[in-house]
């Protein structure tokens, strides 16, 4: 089971949106809808913010929102926050877990 | 509502055994078909899953530390375990548990909504 890839480091304007990709393999987000996103400030725990691809928890902003293509999947921040400066991790589930190796959010 | 507290030892010599214990509090272990998942993370790197149990007792683990890892539950407790055996300085990390949970129809994998805040242990003489 490898790692998803992410890249490591986004960077956006506050107001402006930015896109996290995820790519895995046909085994894994081509094959399931079962992606995940988390969202991690320093020296806390992960949240989840997306779930099933593109379905957002109770109480997390519309500002986020996913989608797929194909073996990658996809996150979307819209309106960037100060706040938003945080880690963020994709995962798949296959009865297994693989998480991506994290992209770091710069929020300048 | 429902929160996880992590506990064990900080501080592990190399080739011993790390054993950690999560807590539930809020809610009962038992309720909902919920599963129960461990991952940790090295320092200044990113998130690694372990584990977990599943709610029909089964388990699943990552396939680099199968050899070595053991998830199991004590619902008179309400509590879930780790140990991971012959640890080394790379098994140093911050160990989180979480809640996984499954949603209705399609959808099916849900997450892991719920988190520990995370302990930090060291593998070290």
């Known amino acids: 089971q490898s790692a998803l890839t992410q890249p490591a480091s986004v960077s956006g304007s506050p107001g402006q949106s930015i896109t996290i990709s995820c790519t895995g393999t046909?085994?894994?987000?081509?094959?399931?809808?079962?992606v995940s996103w988390y969202q991690q400030h320093p020296g806390k725990a992960p949240k989840l913010i997306i779930y099933?691809?593109?379905s957002r928890p109770s109480g997390v902003s519309n500002r986020f929102s996913g989608s797929k293509s194909g073996n990658t999947a996809s996150l979307t921040i819209s309106g960037l926050q100060a706040d938003d400066e945080a880690d963020y991790y994709c995962?798949?589930?296959?009865?297994?877990?693989?998480f991506g190796g994290g992209t770091r959010l710069n929020v300048l | 509502q429902l929160q996880l507290q992590e506990s064990g030892s900080g501080l592990v010599k190399p080739s011993q055994t790390l054993s950690l214990t999560c807590t539930v509090s809020?809610?009962?272990?038992?309720?909902?078909?919920?599963?129960w998942s461990w991952i940790r993370q090295p320092p200044g790197k990113g998130l690694e899953w372990i584990g977990y149990?599943?709610?029909?007792?089964?388990?699943y683990y990552n396939s680099s530390l199968k050899s070595r890892v053991t998830i199991s539950v004590d619902r008179s407790e309400n509590q879930f375990s780790l140990n991971l055996r012959s640890v080394t300085a790379a098994d140093t990390a911050v160990y989180y548990c979480?809640?996984?949970?499954?949603?209705?129809?399609?959808?099916?994998?849900?997450?892991?909504?719920?988190w520990g805040q995370g302990t930090t242990v060291t593998v070290s003489s």
């Open positions: 979480a809640r996984v949970a499954y949603c209705g129809g399609d959808c099916y994998y849900y997450g892991m909504d719920v």
């Open positions: 809020g809610g009962s272990i038992n309720s909902g078909g919920y599963s």
């Open positions: 149990i599943h709610h029909s007792g089964s388990t």
């Open positions: 046909s085994s894994d987000i081509g094959d399931y809808n079962y």
């Open positions: 099933n691809v593109n």
């Open positions: 995962s798949s589930y296959t009865s297994i877990v693989i």
